[in-house]
C-alpha cells in the first residue's frame, strides 16, 4: 500500500521569496516519487522525479526535491518564486497495483500555490 | 510529436445519460491510463490499458464505467447513466512499451464532466 499526504493545501508567497511545498510518503516499495504542476486548464506536467539515485533532484524552471528516508518527506523547494508558478503542485508516489509497481501513480491531494507581487 | 490529446475538453450530460471521453496517447505510446480528479481532491488512478489490453483496472467503479484501448483508434473511458457524483475532470495519460524507473507518463490536459 502506499499513500502521499501534502501537508499544506494553500501556500502564499511574495514574488522573489524561497518556496516550500511539503509531502510526506508511505510506501511498502523502494518508491518513485514524483512533482506535477497543473496550471489552471492545463494538463500535467512531470517537475522532477525521484527514482533512487541522488536525493537531491533538480527539475524544471528552478525547482528542486530531497529525499529523506529517515523522514519519509520529498518535499519540493525554489530559491527565488516568480509570478508564473503560481499553480497547483501534486507530490505523487509510483509503484504497487496489480502490475507490482508500474505506472500506478497515487497523488497527494494538491498544493495550491500563490505567488503575490 | 502531438502531445496526449483528449477530447472533449468540457462535457455536459443530464443524468441518465451516457459520457464517451476520448484519449489519443502520444505517438508510439501503446500504455494508457486513465486518473479521475474529484472536487478538492487529488487524481485517482483508474485503470491502466495496453492495446487491447485491461491490464489493471483495480481504481474503476464496479457499475457503469468501463474502458476499452482498441488496436486501433483512441482509448475510450466510457461512464453509462451518469449521477452527478461522476461530475469530474478525467486525465488519461500515455506512455511508451519500456517499462522502469526511466519509464516516463505524458498527461493530457482533461475532460471536464459535468452532469446536471
Known amino acids: 500500500a502506499q499513500s502521499v499526504t501534502q501537508l499544506d493545501s494553500h501556500v502564499s508567497v511574495s514574488e522573489g521569496t524561497p518556496v516550500l511545498l511539503r509531502c510526506n510518503y508511505s510506501?511498502?516499495?523502494?518508491?518513485?516519487l514524483f512533482w506535477y504542476v497543473q496550471h489552471p486548464n492545463k494538463g500535467l506536467q512531470l517537475l522532477l522525479k525521484?527514482?533512487?539515485?541522488?536525493?537531491l533532484v533538480k527539475g524544471i524552471n528552478g525547482f528542486e526535491a530531497e529525499f529523506k528516508k529517515s523522514e519519509t518527506s520529498f518535499h519540493l523547494t525554489k530559491p527565488s518564486a516568480h509570478m508564473s508558478d503560481a499553480a497547483e503542485y501534486f507530490c505523487?508516489?509510483?509503484?504497487?497495483?496489480?502490475?507490482?509497481?508500474?505506472?500506478?501513480?497515487?497523488f497527494g491531494t494538491g498544493t495550491q500555490l500563490k505567488v503575490e507581487l | 510529436n502531438a502531445g496526449v490529446m483528449q477530447n472533449p475538453r468540457h462535457l455536459v450530460r443530464r443524468r441518465g445519460q451516457e459520457a464517451r471521453l476520448r484519449c489519443s496517447p502520444m505517438?508510439?505510446?501503446?500504455?494508457v491510463y486513465w486518473y479521475r480528479q474529484l472536487p478538492e481532491e487529488g487524481l485517482k488512478f483508474m485503470v491502466y490499458?495496453?492495446?487491447?489490453?485491461?491490464?489493471?483496472e483495480s481504481g474503476m467503479p464496479k457499475e457503469r464505467f468501463s474502458a476499452e484501448f482498441p488496436k486501433e483508434g483512441p482509448s475510450i473511458l466510457r461512464i453509462q447513466q451518469v449521477v452527478r457524483g461522476d461530475s469530474a475532470a478525467y486525465f488519461c495519460?500515455?506512455?511508451?512499451?519500456?517499462?522502469?524507473?526511466?519509464?516516463?507518463?505524458?498527461f493530457g490536459s482533461g475532460t471536464q464532466l459535468s452532469v446536471l
Open positions: 495519460a500515455s506512455s511508451t512499451d519500456r517499462r522502469g524507473p526511466n519509464e516516463k507518463l505524458f
Open positions: 510506501s511498502s516499495y523502494s518508491p518513485s
Open positions: 525521484y527514482t533512487s539515485a541522488a536525493t
Open positions: 505523487v508516489v509510483s509503484g504497487g497495483g496489480l502490475t507490482g509497481g508500474g505506472n500506478k501513480l497515487t
Open positions: 505517438k508510439g505510446h501503446s500504455h
Open positions: 490499458l495496453q492495446k487491447e489490453n485491461i491490464i489493471d
